[in-house]
């Protein structure tokens, strides 16, 4: 019997994919507990829609996110924070404080989707990674000054 399964299922499939199984194991198993659906010519067709929207969802979200990066591409990212000696931090630039400054200029970024392996305890020039989408990974340059 085709089914359409609604859940993972190990070592059936996964959700949304089309597989093959006894009648028995469908019709007393899966389809009682709301794993699977019989795959008629109507439910395969609705499937189809739905994963024809969810992949033209994908492109736009890529398609932003390439946007996005255009616009951080050549951003330099000034933040003027207290330092002492030897041009160390009192505190440290986090990404909430880099979204912060993104935020005033004008590009809203999640402070989540910034690459940040660790705070930034020192002065000068440092390059972040920001992942806009699991394809798409813009460079921005923080340089962060001693606040006068």
Known sequence: M????????PKIGKKDEIKEVADG??????????????AS??????LK??????????????EEALRQARKLEGQDIL????????G??????TS?????????????IERKKIALPEPIKTLGRHTVEVKLHPR???PVTIIVEKKE
Not at 41 to 46: D, I, L, P, S, Y
Not at 88 to 93: A, M
């Open 41 to 46: 010519a109507g439910r395969v067709q609705e």
């Open 2 to 9: 085709k089914v359409i399964l609604q859940k993972d299922i």
């Open 25 to 38: 194991y469908a019709r007393n198993y899966l389809i009682p507990r709301g794993l699977a659906v019989e």
């Open 79 to 86: 933040l003027k924070v207290a330092a002492g000696e030897g």
């Open 96 to 108: 909430a404080d880099i979204a912060a400054a993104l935020q005033a200029k004008g590009i809203n």
């Open 136 to 138: 798409v990974i813009a």
């Open 49 to 62: 829609l739905r994963e024809a929207n969810r992949a033209r969802r994908a492109e736009k979200e890529q």
């Open 88 to 93: 160390r931090l009192f505190g440290s630039v």
